[in-house]
């Protein structure tokens, strides 16, 4: 039998820029192309402008004193600012701290002292949160950050420092940059235990957001709707880093998600891909104005960051004109991409699987138990090496040396299969199969089962605790048009075609999942909710 292990070949060299050069050559050859619209923002930048703009940030950097290596955090929603700061650290080798907007008080005090963070811009406010009252409450504890610059109230003057320092400063410091320096911490958002800060390289980011545009077919031709976050890998390496590696324009619809501000971004814009999560695309298509919206300039995108349901991603394709839009599976340790469906797949292929190993990088299947490669169609931990594998936990070599072995393989975490033709399917987390009397059950496939129910608009299972069978499964079901979905009306339709043992015991209806900023629905709240309403905190002690 032929193992689990596939590389990605390429005819493309991977790129040997650092960020800044790289953009410095896409401006040479597109000048005039838009680069950056950030549609609330009601602003426009072409390349020209677009590098214009990144150089007078970084000389105001410079005059802040601030050198290669220091940090400095980013607490923000997407907006014009962010991507200008993204590009002008990366000229001058300082290293940027993208800080989750979600995070309160305590969350914002880790990430800047762990990280040692100088200097911290952030919005003034996003949603309920003031973030000028939380940076006033933690500044004391952070002897280390000696500034803070808002955006709307302290930028202008924070830019028009930067007048007094020589361009030529800026090119001196871009020379000594090297590609494999650090230039970006993303915290990751682990269910326990504090965030750890991958830190990544110029190659890392710059590469990965080559090779996902080369997927997507991009050229200068194409305007790249972005609606997901920036402080994420999804927004800042699979958006900006895929548009200025290939000089294809970037557009902001928001600051944050919001399903009709995309469409009409799509709209105005004419954009040719779109980017976001299953449960975006889902609030996309369910929205009460969606066929208001003229989406036909789209051809592509991307969907990632958890499984996509099947029947959802026929939809996008049918019904968003997005033929060629492409399925990505990665993690924040990987830059983040490692397999990419291609345009060319089939259509079962694009809905069933994430695709093939990426260009470059090398992926295997391993039993979690051994270790060891299994063969291809047998389920086991997925690992991924190659460029992207981060540099590390920053200043963490313990949890490091837990999630990259020797051999500088990265463990997921993530349960996945692979079949004859290496194509991956992820079949779930680790953490998260439910073992119900010995039988090893994957919530994946049942959800998966269960939206092709007409009245489920999105299921999510889990595994809650039960007496007899050590787990039993219990689905969350967010349904169409408010309609109600009971345990008899699940268990009927399940009746004769899945196994016994996979019908959820458990069914509850909701109006939306806890979700993390970047869309991933907190399975872990949904047991925990589980646990308190169908009292079983007992039947887990006992």
Known sequence: ????????TSRTPLLGDTIGD???????????REALVSVQQSERYSYAELGEAVDRAARSLIAADLRAGDRVGIWSPNCAEWVLVQYATAKLGIILVNINPAY????????????GCRMLVAATA???????????EVRPSLPRLERVVF???????????GERVDAAEIADRQAATQFDDPINIQYTSGTTGFPKGATLSHHNILNNGFFVGEGCGYTEQDRVCIPVPYYHCFGMVMGNLACTSHGACMVIPAPAFDPEATLRAVQDERCTSLYGVPTMFIAELEHPRFGDYDLSSLRTGIMAGSPCPIETMRRVVSQMHMDEVTICYGMT????VSTQTGAED????????????SPHLETKIVSPETGGIVERGTPGELCTRGYSVMLGYWDDEERTREA?????????????????????????RIKDMVIRGGENVYPREIEEFLMGHPDVADVQVIGVPDARYGEELMAWIVTRGGAELGHEAVAEYCRGRIAHYKVPRYVQCVSEFPMTVTGKVMKFKLREQAIEQLGLVQEQTA
């Open 1 to 8: 039998m032929e193992p689990s292990y596939a590389s990605g």
């Open 22 to 32: 790289n953009l410095d050559r896409t401006i040479a050859r597109w000048g005039d």
């Open 104 to 115: 309160r008080t305590s969350e914002l005090e880790y990430a800047l002292r762990q990280s």
């Open 126 to 136: 996003f949603k309920a949160s003031d973030y000028v009252a939380m940076v006033g």
């Open 151 to 161: 955006i709307g109230r302290d930028w202008d003057g924070f830019m028009a420092e």
């Open 333 to 336: 340790e990987t830059s983040p």
């Open 346 to 357: 089939t259509m079962e292929q694009r809905v069933g699987t994430v695709g093939r190993t």
């Open 404 to 428: 990259i072995d020797q051999a500088r393989w990265m463990h997921t975490g993530d349960l996945a299969v692979m079949d004859a033709d290496g194509y991956v399917n992820i079949v779930g």
